[in-house]
């Protein structure tokens, strides 16, 4: 082991916290800075400069990047006689944020993340983990480089921990969750498609579910019934259900 990282593991201010990412992640962090910042929730983040703030979500949002595009070539290569459709439905099912909260708890993420519990509502907490683990992954990206983050969510999340062939058997029906949820509440619920972004591809659908007019979710996907799912499920995490 280098000089540096031994440093760190045994002998730094920060050793506790380096073993016990270590011993979660299987590696010894190398900017530390990056690791913590995955952990920090926006209740507990502070203003850096105007409307940004140190907290997970910067990270979250490459680390949802780099998470798909390593689940995506792993089903790609699983599945070789699977079209396009099955493939995207069973990588949503890798990435949903109920999969990937129940993920980050079994991990033991709910011992680092920090959180003001008074900020954040009981129907909120469970998408702390899920965010975290996304944000842990755009971490591991920056620090390492897209090879090492690969590898490590192949071999030591992927393969360890999610069952991919039961994954594909269940059924995560965020659409018809919702729409029960509404119809039990007497409200309207709805799946619009949009407008694209300017440089999107025309094939690309994007739909946003609302709850009585307000929208709650949004879902782009090359196929109009995924895009739908990942609005619904978007929705179901905003009302916390």
Not at 192 to 218: C, H, P, W, Y
Request: proline share 2%.
């Amino acid at each position: 082991m280098p000089i540096l990282k031994v440093y760190k593991l045994y002998f730094s201010p920060n050793r506790k916290y380096v073993k016990a990412l270590k011993n979660l992640l299987g590696f010894v962090p190398g900017n530390l800075s990056l690791y913590r910042l995955a952990f920090r929730h926006k209740s507990v983040a502070t203003n850096v400069r105007k409307g940004v703030k140190n907290s997970n979500e910067r990270l979250e949002f490459l680390g949802d990047a780099v998470l798909g595009s390593v689940v995506a070539e792993v089903l790609f290569k699983l599945y070789p006689y699977e079209d396009e459709g099955f493939l995207t439905e069973l990588r949503s099912k890798i990435v949903s944020r109920v999969n990937l909260n129940m993920l980050a708890r079994k991990l033991g993420f709910d011992k680092l993340i920090e959180y003001d519990s008074r900020m954040v509502g009981n129907s909120r907490q469970g998408s702390l983990l899920g965010d975290a683990f996304e944000a842990l992954v755009g971490a591991v990206y920056l620090d390492k480089g897209y090879d090492f983050t690969k590898n490590f969510l192949v071999n030591h999340i992927i393969k360890s921990h999610i069952d991919i062939h039961q994954l594909e058997k269940t059924e995560t029906n965020f659409k018809s969750k919702l729409i029960e949820w509404c119809q039990r509440h007497g409200k309207d619920v709805s799946f619009d498609l949009t407008e694209n972004q300017e440089g999107e591809s025309n094939k690309l659908f994007t739909v946003r579910a609302s709850v009585d007019g307000e929208i709650l979710g949004m879902g782009k996907e090359f196929n109009k019934k995924n895009a739908e799912k990942l609005a619904a499920e978007k929705a179901c995490e905003t009302l916390g259900i």
